[in-house]
Structure formats: structure tokens, C-alpha cells
T-cell receptor, first 114, second 111 residues
Framework: AAGVIQSPRHLIKEKRETATLKCYPI?????VYWYQQGPGQDPQFLISFYEKMQSDKGSIPDRFSAQQFSDYHSELNMSSLELGDSALYFC?????????????FGPGTRLLVL | SQQGEEDPQALSIQEGENATMNCSYKTSINNLQWYRQNSGRGLVHLILIRSNEREKHSGRLRVTLDTSKKSSSLLITASRAADTASYFC???????????FGKGITLSVRP
């Protein structure tokens, strides 16, 4: 079965550069979530989209933006990168079944900012 | 503050022993989920328990939920070295809401 696809899997950037992370949710899943997990930290919710519209926003810096496109893939754009942005970025897609959302995580993109 | 707080933060046991990890949360939930993460890798969904359920089993996993105490426990029976990983609980407060993760518990199973 198809899973959530994230690209790239690894990314190295310099400070003040920009980065774009991509997420391809499981077909027919209606919601996409982005999470950030710093070293040794728990995943923190950044932002979500339901049917291509932003549905919730968490601790996402103003330097970051995201969108979901007509084909349901989502991109997380990160500008003016800082050392502290080095983290694992997960995308998850969900669908509602039986009143419960099944959540499927992608493998993550590991971003290293030098 | 985190919705889910795991207890203990680190656990080291011998292969074959049982491992119990606890999680507490603060607000009403729709469901609670446990995830496993091998070092620096992706999050693997283990089990989901709804707010109206008290106990659930899946293979060697047993999860309990006490909504009056706002707590959950994950029991891994007959642990194996391959169970070594970080375990997170995550809560969902509404049917359409995001997961809120607690601090992970690092489980080390010694062969």
C-alpha cells in the first residue's frame, strides 16, 4: 500500500538560506499535518491542511509557510534558516473512519542547517 | 506544556521482562495513541485507544486508559532487544484535530 512520501529525505543548508520540503499524502486522505522534531525532543505540530485549506496552526515561525496544492501534495517553505531549524520534519496524512482519524506518518526530512 | 507527559523518561530492562510506560495528559481527549520511534527514524503507530475504551490489546502490547485520572499506560510483554526505541504517547482532542505528543520514553532492552 502507498505510504506518505516526503522529499528530500536529507537536506543540508547554510544559515539564511531557504528550503522547501515536500509531502505527498496517501491518496484520498483529506488532511495533511506537518510536525517538527528537534534533537531529543518530541514532535511539535506546525500546521495542517484540510481539503487544501489551512485548518490549524501550531508553533510555526513566521519565516515558515506552507500550502497544499490541487493534487493534495503539500510543501513547507522555510526561509532565513537558522541553526535551530535543524530538525526532523514529518508530514502525516489522515482520513476519518468510524469517527477516528487514522494518522500515517512519512519517513521525515532531516534538515541540517550549518 | 505538553498534553502528554510520559513516565519514566528512560527505562532499561532485560530481554524477556515486561516494560510499562505511563503517560498523563491535561485536557479531555477524543483518543490517545502510542507511537514508537527508532533513533532518528520515522514514527510508527502502535495502538490507538478511544476515550470510551479502557483497555486494548495488540500482540505483545496492552494499553490502558483512565480518563478520570487522565492517564494511559503501555505495557510491552516479553520484551525483545528489537523493542529498543523511544515511545511517545499522543493525544487527539477532537475528531479533526492534530496529535499532541508528550515527551518520549527511551526504552533499552538488554539482550
Amino acid at each position: 500500500a502507498a505510504g506518505v512520501i516526503q522529499s528530500p529525505r536529507h537536506l543540508i543548508k547554510e544559515k539564511r538560506e531557504t528550503a522547501t520540503l515536500k509531502c505527498y499524502p496517501i491518496p484520498r486522505h483529506d488532511t495533511v499535518y506537518w510536525y517538527q522534531q528537534g534533537p531529543g525532543q518530541d514532535p511539535q505540530f506546525l500546521i495542517s491542511f484540510y481539503e487544501k485549506m489551512q485548518s490549524d496552526k501550531g508553533s510555526i515561525p513566521d519565516r515558515f509557510s506552507a500550502q497544499q496544492f490541487s493534487d493534495y501534495h503539500s510543501e513547507l517553505n522555510m526561509s532565513s534558516l537558522e541553526l535551530g531549524d535543524s530538525a526532523l520534519y514529518f508530514c502525516a496524512s489522515t482520513f476519518l473512519a468510524g469517527g477516528v482519524r487514522g494518522t500515517y506518518f512519512g519517513p521525515g526530512t532531516r534538515l541540517l542547517v550549518l | 506544556s505538553q498534553q502528554g507527559e510520559e513516565d519514566p523518561q528512560a527505562l532499561s530492562i532485560q530481554e524477556g521482562e515486561n516494560a510499562t510506560m505511563n503517560c498523563s495528559y491535561k485536557t479531555s481527549i477524543n483518543n490517545l495513541q502510542w507511537y514508537r520511534q527508532n533513533s532518528g527514524r520515522g514514527l510508527v503507530h502502535l495502538i490507538l485507544i478511544r476515550s470510551n475504551e479502557r483497555e486494548k490489546h495488540s500482540g505483545r502490547l496492552r494499553v490502558t486508559l483512565d480518563t478520570s485520572k487522565k492517564s494511559s499506560s503501555l505495557l510491552i510483554t516479553a520484551s525483545r532487544a528489537a523493542d529498543t526505541a523511544s515511545y511517545f504517547c499522543a493525544t487527539v482532542t477532537g475528531a479533526n484535530s492534530k496529535l499532541t505528543f508528550g515527551k518520549g520514553i527511551t526504552l533499552s532492552v538488554r539482550p
